[in-house]
């Protein structure tokens, strides 16, 4: 395995090795003569023969010699070059699928002008027969063009390449190129990834296996550069003189170098409020606003602090929504404790300022209805009381309505909300109670329980519960450890209807006095008022579904001008489509949703990008080259920068930790050589 | 035991032995020694020269009163003054090595050029003192005789004069005996050397005496047998002493032609040690037979050798 040099210079020091021996020969005896009275004394010292003497410091000039050479070697940086590893440039034949980075890091510095600078080095190495296919990648990866063999078409794909707003994975593309790889029919395999590699952009599932015979070369590009973000922007409610307003908060990450500015907050495009803000190095900072009135249509608000190497991350896009009180109606069946519902009103006023009232269902006609935005049926039978066609009506011009099954309940009005029907009754009492065994956790009731807090909702007790068949057209969205419904829930035209299958009362269930039960109630009560809560911005990779947004769903016919339409905030328009309600986030900014066929202003999405991508703290790349493997054996780099395997292999060290052990050795051997020779004199 | 170190008399007045080598003329040489030395001399120094006493005469008008014995005065209530052998014409014998270990100089005076003057100076100074001088030279056999007598100071003289050109013929013609002779030593030297002197006297030997000091203090020794009065000068270079040579080089010997490779810087420390206790074995032993030593370097001025000796004699004629 052949030994390169970093910085080759140095070992122009090996010459100083010349030095001693210009020395000794300078010093060697001189042909003169001196012609002395006596050798009487002279010979009486104790002679050893002069070449003896120089066999012995011939050892010593060994060892020192061997220092020297240590010291310099180390210092012109030696790293390890593989012979195996097949060549960067080959003849054709050769599969090559190259990786680049386009994500908003990529922006920093020249980074994207270097990798371009790299392409066009790989575009003119492509010969004819080889299959080049570049592949850029962010948070997703994709390939720019169909395997080719023409420099011009890589290039021009090159030269396309921009820096986006997403955040960095490394796993997608590189799925992505082992299957490019495995598919190939041909022999030689090349593998290029260049990217920043940031560290954020790795994780244990990214690793892949290249087929047998796959060259590995990583390009890393840029160095560390400290970076400053807006990671965090929270909007507090309050009401004030029965408006709301929207109380800011910024936090601003201040990394690889202090922060000290201005926070700026602009509303609709105007700056209306400056903060000065300092931050430590490596710490985060906080700044409230005042108070901002909200109107009754959505804000666009933007935090933003002063540009630097990276200014994808230097404003915060966020929409400030004022959010109407819910009218909440709850019906309590004849002859119900009037505690029955106090649990379930004092949880949804908590926080909120949603109107609750408790009705009797006899209460609950049609102009009750009308003004209520959620009714909830705990432990009542709407057939006999409501009457299933009305809540069906009401559900459908846009009510939500929640039946609580108890006691009481008959099952008439899940049948009419078709949510199923209504069996028996199980009582659990005897092992404890059931607890909720299986949720749907991406349904937004659930949202805020996902993740470590999903363990919460189990703790439950269920001692009895109604036994539900559900519809099949209803959603179930939990059931008990028995496999059967507690939540089920259905879309019936504009409106929801959502089932539990216990009161919410204390008697069947510990639910009310689990801490879980607040935040479930007004999820439940959110989710079917349809009012759902809107984030105040999306991060870019984010898929989001424009249906909800618009008044009413989008008609096939979109050539007219009257079809929806998402204004990206490049400009770049999308048409909704009955089949195309799903936008891809790609951009930062406010993305506006148009509907012609209302007066209603359009609506405003700020996507923000990947929090993560505002850490630029590099990644090993030996990290990556050994989670990689060819043909099953460990990847064998061949990085075209010999900084970069000179870094990782950081040979240099082990050189010089020994010219340090070699040093001692010939201390120790220099003193005992002298230490002879004040007894033996020469 | 300190280092010797190469004595210089400090003294101002005294003579650069290197600048007297100018003196082309060795009697004159001599004369401005003796005479300048003397001249700075508080008194005159022809008394107590001479270990031995002779005799009492009475005090007649006219006498140094310096001669008077006191203690006899003490007891006689007379005055008498006292008479050595110095004013009864004493021998005074120089024994000179001119071997080839004396042709050594590092400073522009070779010792045997300054063993020449100091015995010069010396002889000159005696026959001041009214003695008979005499001289003999050696190196492995003895090489010139001059018995001592009243009018040899000139003969004297002219042999030492002639030791140096006889020295610049010879290494002109390549000395055979550097090669060819066995080497005889030095005591073996002086031994044959004192079978040449008959009558008792001073008798000074001047050499560099390499030769082992039990052999040279035992032929040395044989000179005080007889009677003899011996002074010992060992003569030196400072380069002798010192040793301060850098260079790795080849040594050879100038009486043997023997060469050794030589690391002064290894060997300087041992050297020194080796040199300054033979040094200091000779004043021991010398010392223990009752016989002068004093080791002079090339450096040291001639008139302060003198001075030495005059202290010694001075200091042995202490009156009973």
């Known amino acids: ?682 | 035991m300190p280092h010797l170190t190469a004595p210089h008399a400090a003294a101002p007045g005294f003579l650069d032995p290197a600048t007297l080598a100018r003196i082309d003329n060795l009697e004159l040489l001599a004369r401005t020694v003796v005479d300048g030395f003397i001249n700075g001399l508080h008194s005159s120094p022809y008394l107590g020269l001479s270990l031995d006493f002779a005799e009492h005469r009475p005090y007649n008008p006219g006498d140094d009163v310096r001669r008077i014995d006191w203690r006899l005065w003490a007891r006689t209530d007379r005055h008498y003054v006292k008479e050595f052998e110095a004013e009864t014409n004493a021998n005074f014998m120089t024994l000179l090595d001119v071997s080839a270990s004396m042709t050594y100089g590092s400073r522009g005076i070779r010792k045997i050029d300054y063993a020449r003057y100091l015995s010069a100076c010396l002889t000159y100074f005696s026959r001041q003192q009214r003695d008979r001088v005499g001289l003999i030279t050696f190196d492995d056999r003895v090489r010139d005789y001059v018995p001592p007598s009243a009018r040899h100071l000139d003969v004297v003289l002219h042999t030492l004069d002639r030791l140096e050109r006889r020295e610049e013929r010879e290494d002109g013609e390549e000395r055979e005996s550097a090669s060819a002779s066995p080497e005889p030593g030095l005591a073996a030297a002086v031994l044959h050397a004192a079978e040449r002197v008959r009558r008792r006297g001073i008798v000074v030997l001047i050499s560099d005496f390499y030769e082992e000091p039990p052999a040279a203090v035992d032929a040395v020794r044989q000179l005080r047998y007889r009677g003899n009065d011996v002074v010992v000068f060992h003569v030196l270079d400072p380069a002798e002493i010192e040793f301060p040579f850098e260079d790795a080089s080849g040594f050879e010997d100038l009486e043997t032609g023997e060469r050794i490779p030589v690391v002064p810087e290894t060997m300087r420390a041992k050297y020194r040690q080796l040199i300054d206790s033979h040094v200091a074995e000779l004043a021991r032993r010398f010392s223990e037979e009752g016989i002068d030593y004093s080791l002079f370097d090339t450096g040291t001025p001639l008139d302060y050798a003198l001075f030495r000796y005059l202290s010694d004699r001075q200091r042995k004629s202490r009156v009973r």
């Open chain 1, 1 to 682: 395995m052949p030994v390169a040099f970093l910085a080759p210079v140095f070992l122009a020091g090996l010459a100083a090795l010349a030095i001693p021996v210009l020395i000794h020969l300078a010093n060697r005896p001189k042909k003169d003569v001196v012609r002395f009275p006596s050798l009487m004394f002279l010979e009486k010292v104790e002679y050893q023969a002069s070449s003896r003497r120089r066999l012995r410091n011939l050892v010593l000039f060994a060892v020192r010699c061997l220092a020297l050479i240590l010291v310099a070697g180390a210092f012109a940086r030696p790293f390890l070059d593989h012979p195996d590893a097949p060549p960067v440039t080959i003849d054709g034949g050769r599969e090559l699928v190259v990786l680049v980075d386009r994500s908003a890091s990529m922006a920093v510095g020249d980074r994207m002008d270097r990798a371009r600078g790299e392409l066009a080095e790989i575009a003119a190495g492509i010969r004819r027969g080889d299959r080049a296919t570049l592949v850029a990648f962010d948070h997703a990866a994709a390939a720019a063009n169909r395997a080719t063999d023409d420099p011009a078409v890589l290039r021009a794909a090159a030269d396309s390449l921009r820096p986006g707003d997403g955040g960095t994975r490394l796993g997608p593309p590189l799925r992505l190129a082992e299957s490019l790889l495995a598919g190939s029919p041909l022999p030689r395999r090349e593998l290029v990834v260049i990217s920043d590699f940031q560290r954020r952009a790795w994780d244990q599932e990214s690793a892949i296996a290249a087929p047998p015979g796959t060259a590995v070369r990583l390009i890393r590009l840029g160095e560390p550069v400290a970076n400053t973000a807006v990671a965090e922007a929270a909007a507090g409610r309050e009401r004030f003189s029965g408006r709301e307003r929207a109380r800011v908060t910024a936090t601003v990450a201040a990394r690889g170098g202090e922060f000290r500015g201005p926070v700026s907050l602009e509303l609709d495009g105007r700056v209306v409020q400056e903060r000065d803000l300092t931050v430590a190095a490596g710490d985060v900072g906080r700044v409230t606003f005042d108070p901002v009135t909200l109107p009754d249509r959505p804000v666009r608000a933007v935090v933003r602090i002063p540009a630097d190497d990276m200014a994808a991350d230097d404003a915060l896009h966020l929409t400030l929504h004022g959010d109407r009180p819910l009218r909440v109606v709850i019906g309590q069946g004849p002859g119900a404790d009037a505690r029955a519902s106090l649990y379930l009103a004092r949880a949804l006023e908590a926080g909120t300022e949603h109107d609750v009232a408790v009705l009797p269902t006899a209460a609950l006609t049609a102009a009750a209805l009308a003004g209520a935005d959620v009714v909830i049926l705990n432990d009542a039978d709407p057939a006999g009381d409501v009457g299933g066609r009305r809540l069906r009506d009401f559900v459908e011009a846009g009510g939500g309505v929640i039946v609580v099954l108890g006691e009481r309940s008959r099952g008439g009005g899940t049948e009419a909300l078709g949510l199923g029907r209504v069996a028996g009754t199980r009582d659990r009492s005897a092992d404890g109670g059931a607890s909720l065994a299986r949720v749907d956790a991406q349904h937004p009731v659930f949202e805020p329980f996902r993740g470590g807090a999903a363990g919460q909702l189990s703790r439950a007790r269920f001692f009895r519960y109604r036994q539900l068949d559900a519809d099949p057209a209803a959603s179930v969205l939990a059931r008990y450890d028995d496999g059967t419904t507690a939540m089920a829930a259905r879309d019936l035209g504009r409106g929801r209807a959502l089932a539990l299958t216990a009161p919410l009362d204390g008697r069947w269930s510990d639910l009310v006095l689990q801490p879980v039960f607040v935040p479930l109630a007004h999820r439940l009560v959110r989710h079917a008022s349809g009012r759902a809560v809107v984030p105040a911005w999306r991060t870019v990779g984010d898929l989001l579904d424009v249906a909800p947004l618009l008044a009413a769903a989008p008609e096939s016919d979109p050539d007219d001008g009257t079809a929806p339409v998402v204004r990206t905030p490049s400009g770049r328009r999308i048409r909704v489509t009955p089949e195309r309600t799903m936008i891809s986030l790609d951009e930062r900014g406010f993305y506006e949703v148009r509907d012609p066929r209302t007066g209603v202003a359009p609506a405003a999405v700020a996507v923000n990008g990947d929090p993560g991508e505002s850490e630029l703290d590099p990644l090993d790349t030996a990290v990556v080259e050994a989670a990689l493997t060819v043909g099953g054996a460990p990847v064998i780099p061949v990085s075209a920068e010999p900084v970069e395997r000179e870094r990782t292999q950081s040979l240099w060290w082990w050189v010089l930790a020994a010219a340090f052990v070699v040093m001692a050795v010939e201390t120790v051997l220099a003193n005992a050589l002298s230490g002879r020779r004040s007894t033996v004199q020469v």
